[in-house]
């Protein structure tokens, strides 16, 4: 079963490039540049009255319960926990298979660079501590 939407249901935000940058910005949307295309995370935001992140709900459909629920929410200027930063730091849309994967390299990278820096602390520490 199909369902069709009139064009006069969409509503649309527009701007200039300026403008589209400062709001994506603003709620952690990101997005590139791929050919004629946008590389982009399937996801949709909610916003509060006063314009604060209530919730992000990723993919491509949605839950009507957990939507409900988001909604909701947001009404009451209830913010949800959210963990929608590493999710994006830890996996990346791949456009050629359409679908998100887990960056490895970048998760070891940042693991190698704590366990670096707190050896380098330890370190730092137990050689002041002999003096």
């Known amino acids: 079963m199909s ?3 009139d064009d006069d249901d969409w509503w649309w935000l527009t701007g200039d490039s ?3 940058a400062r709001i ?3 709620v952690g949307f990101n ?3 791929d050919g004629d295309d946008f590389a982009h995370p399937a996801v949709l935001t909610i916003l509060s009255p006063h314009g ?3 919730r992000y709900l990723y993919g491509i459909t949605f839950n009507p319960y957990n939507l409900k629920l988001a909604i909701l929410e947001a ?17 990346s849309y791949d456009p050629e298979g359409r679908k998100y994967v887990f960056n490895l390299l970048k998760v070891v990278g940042v693991v190698t660079f704590v366990f670096a820096i ?4 330890t370190i730092s520490y137990l050689s002041r501590k002999r003096e």
């Open 118 to 121: 707190g050896f380098v602390v």
């Open 52 to 54: 604060k992140i209530a």
């Open 24 to 26: 994506t910005k603003s």
């Open 31 to 33: 997005f590139k540049r």
């Open 3 to 5: 369902r069709t939407i």
């Open 75 to 91: 009404t009451e200027e209830r913010i949800g926990p959210s963990i929608a930063k590493v999710i994006q730091f830890c996996f």
């Open 18 to 20: 300026a403008n589209i």
